[in-house]
């Protein structure tokens, strides 16, 4: 079973920077399409930024298009989400999630193909 770990979250200002990091273990995640989600209180769980599997592809939430970076490293197993101008509607939990289902050299933000969850890094952003 694959394992994701996410690091990074804290707090910080309006306009302010983060950078998030998906660790998997113990399998290489070059077949793996990835992607991050987050869910604020009261609210659904939304996509915000996938990869495909070459990381050749990637899509984004509307809302952060210009603002969040997806990347991410097969050799080291890690995904990484750039976020700058932070701004207090993006305060959520942040969730990376892997699928083996989604064609290769895509990626798509609907939540149904992903069997493979982290734990979530809470990413606060207030004045």
């Known amino acids: 079973q694959l394992r994701l770990a996410e690091s990074g979250g804290g707090s910080v200002q309006p306009g302010g920077s983060l950078r998030l990091s998906c660790v998997g273990q113990?399998?290489?995640?070059?077949?793996?399409?990835l992607s991050w989600f987050r869910q604020a209180p009261g609210k659904g769980r939304e996509g915000v930024a996938c990869i495909s599997n070459n990381g050749e592809v990637a899509n984004y939430l509307d809302s952060v298009k210009g603002r969040f970076t997806v990347s991410r490293d097969n050799d080291a197993k890690r995904m990484t989400l750039q976020m700058s101008n932070l701004q207090p509607e993006d305060t959520a939990v942040y969730y990376c999630?892997?699928?083996?289902?989604?064609?290769?050299?895509?990626?798509?933000?609907?939540?149904?193909?992903?069997?493979?969850w982290g734990q979530g890094t809470q990413v606060t952003v207030s004045p």
């Open positions: 113990p399998y290489s995640l070059e077949y793996y399409t």
């Open positions: 999630a892997a699928s083996l289902t989604i064609l290769q050299d895509s990626c798509e933000l609907s939540d149904a193909q992903y069997a493979n």
